[in-house]
């Protein structure tokens, strides 16, 4: 069984008889690697595997141009990616369940994945996803959370030998192809970059868009990526981190950031960077977990995943900082302990949080 191995310096808990998270995940030891277990794998693809197909309730986001098009259902719209919610939660869900089928082959869910995404991603239904980029009005549409998303798809797929993942890969060509040109023409007017802490934020759409290129070796899409980057964020000082979070984030805006720059810099120039970026005091601010309040609320839920997106991003900073650097250990403790705490919300069995958390504690965990 292949897995991901986090090495930390402690591990908590919140355990929930419910979804019997310690079931899901192992500790060995000497409490020093975290591991998904087989069964928390099956857990997690059983969450998109109930909505992948679940059109409502559906947030669709759509722009009617005329009466023909206001009264489209979901799935007429997006005959791929039409459930879970929205568009980009389907496909995440997607990405997570290719994820986990490659990492956990025999996990008992496997032939169920198998039969779904050969009813969703095949070439009739990509191509009428493409075709709605062509609408009036919908050439922004989903940037760049959505586009990010599809494009960390597609790259999951590169050289997996398989042949269900390869028939996958070639039908999501044209929608692959699409959303680069779309990004493409897009960067080079985007003058001011998108802090948000929600879905349009630039960096983390920049760092899926920098994997995708470098994955499938786009030599010209990497490079407008690192000029847009460095565009964008070189001369940034002082990140205002204790502003962090707003009230819906899932992303935090000043993480975000570095983890794009710890990509299109070298290591040394990113330690200079990161140096005049951050404070330490805005780094232990971001260590503070966020308080998710209500579950139930759409808006608040996105704070669980705040928590796994920081996980990740504190992850790959600690990673590239030198041995004997203060902040490394801060940052790896604050990682794992984001992910913990986080790990058992995702299956707190409301509809909100569940359509699309298990995506991000997969790519929290298996990154």
Not at 17 to 24: M, S, T
Not at 63 to 84: E, I, R, W
Not at 239 to 252: I, K, Q, T, V, Y
Request: with cysteine.
């Amino acid at each position: 069984m292949k897995s991901s191995v986090i090495y930390i310096v402690f591990i908590v808990f919140v355990g929930t008889a419910k979804a019997q998270v310690k079931d899901l995940f192992s500790i060995n030891n000497d409490s020093t690697a975290f591991e998904l277990t087989i069964k928390g794998a099956s857990h997690l693809a059983s969450l998109p595997l109930k909505c992948i197909t679940q059109e409502f309730p559906n947030k669709t986001n759509h722009t009617s141009n005329a009466d023909s098009d206001h009264v489209l259902m979901p799935k007429q719209l997006h005959p791929a990616f039409y459930g879970c919610f929205d568009w980009h939660s389907s496909i995440h869900g997607h990405w997570m369940l290719i994820r986990l089928l490659k990492l956990y082959p025999q996990m008992p869910e496997a032939i169920k994945v198998r039969e779904a995404l050969n009813k969703t991603i095949t070439k009739e239904n990509i191509i009428n996803e493409v075709k709605y980029f062509d609408i009036p009005l919908t050439s922004s549409w989903e940037r760049t959370y959505g586009w990010a998303w599809i494009l960390k798809l597609d790259e999951e797929l590169i050289n997996w030998n398989d042949e269900d993942g390869k028939r996958w890969h070639e039908a999501m060509q044209p929608l692959t192809k699409k959303i680069v040109q779309l990004w493409m023409k897009f960067l080079p007017k985007q003058t001011y970059p998108n802090r948000t802490g929600v879905h349009p934020n630039t960096a983390f759409g920049l760092v899926f868009a920098l994997d995708y290129a470098r994955k499938e070796k786009n030599n010209e899409f990497e490079k407008v990526i690192i000029e847009s980057a460095k565009k964008l964020y070189i001369k940034d000082k002082n990140a205002p981190a204790s502003w962090e979070p707003n009230g819906a984030d899932f992303l935090s805006p000043s993480m975000e950031e570095a983890d794009l720059m710890r990509r299109v810099l070298s290591k040394k120039e990113f330690i200079t960077w990161f140096n005049q970026f951050f404070t330490l005091q805005s780094l232990k601010h971001l260590t503070i977990l966020p308080v998710v309040s209500d579950r139930t609320d759409l808006q608040i839920v996105h704070l669980d995943g705040l928590s796994f997106s920081r996980s990740w991003c504190m992850k790959g900073l600690a990673a590239i900082l030198p041995a004997t650097d203060a902040r490394k250990k801060l940052l790896m403790k604050s990682s794992i302990n984001h992910l913990s705490v986080a790990l058992p919300h995702v299956v707190s069995g409301e509809y909100g949080g569940e359509h699309w958390l298990a995506s991000f504690a997969v790519y929290a965990l298996l990154n």
